[in-house]
């Protein structure tokens, strides 16, 4: 009998000590919410459009190049010319305008004369090992 008792103690011990399960009920845990932090600066607005002019010129007679660029810029309306001296003489020039309702327009044309000259071959090379000093 004292084996039964002590039996029964220890279970109603075990079942008093076991830690009480949780229920889980979503509405219990609100949803995780996120809003981005604001910046700490004064963000630049983009209100006022876009107005420029730029041009660069690349004219190099020992490499041969010449290229260049200009463009002008108020708000939606952009235009520009770009050209580039080709390996055949003839400078290839493109005039162009993008608006915000036509998008890009192009017009290419050339100047000049492509020129093809003859080919001619590199004068071959052929080693000669230097006279060898005579000592006499």
Same mark, same amino acid.
């Given at each position: 009998?004292?084996?039964? !008792?002590? %039996?029964?103690?220890?279970?109603?011990? !075990?079942?008093?000590?076991?830690?009480?399960? #949780?229920? +889980?009920? #979503?509405?219990?845990?609100? *949803?995780?919410? +996120?809003? #981005?932090?604001?910046? &700490? +600066? =004064?963000?630049?607005?983009?209100? %006022?459009? *876009?107005?420029?002019n730029t041009q660069y010129v690349v004219n190099d007679e020992y490499?041969g190049n010449n290229y260049g660029h200009q463009e002008n810029r108020?708000?939606? =309306?952009?235009? $520009?010319?770009?050209?580039?001296?080709?390996?055949?003489?003839?400078?290839?020039?493109?005039? +162009?305008? %993008?608006? $915000?309702? @036509? $998008?890009?327009? *192009?017009?290419?044309?050339?100047? $000049?004369?492509?020129?093809?000259? !003859?080919?001619?071959?590199?004068? &071959?090379? @052929?080693?000669? #090992?230097?006279?060898?000093?005579?000592? !006499?």
């Amino acid at each position: 009998m004292f084996i039964k !008792a002590s %039996v029964l103690i220890a279970l109603a011990v !075990a079942v008093a000590a076991r830690p009480e399960t #949780p229920s +889980y009920s #979503p509405s219990a845990h609100p *949803a995780p919410s +996120y809003s #981005p932090p604001s910046p &700490s +600066y =004064n963000a630049p607005t983009h209100d %006022v459009p *876009a107005q420029y002019n730029t041009q660069y010129v690349v004219n190099d007679e020992y490499s041969g190049n010449n290229y260049g660029h200009q463009e002008n810029r108020d708000g939606y =309306n952009t235009q $520009g010319t770009y050209y580039v001296q080709l390996p055949d003489g003839r400078l290839q020039k493109v005039t +162009y305008y %993008v608006d $915000g309702e @036509s $998008g890009y327009v *192009a017009e290419v044309t050339y100047e $000049g004369e492509a020129q093809y000259p !003859a080919y001619q071959p590199a004068p &071959s090379t @052929s080693y000669q #090992p230097a006279p060898s000093p005579s000592y !006499a």
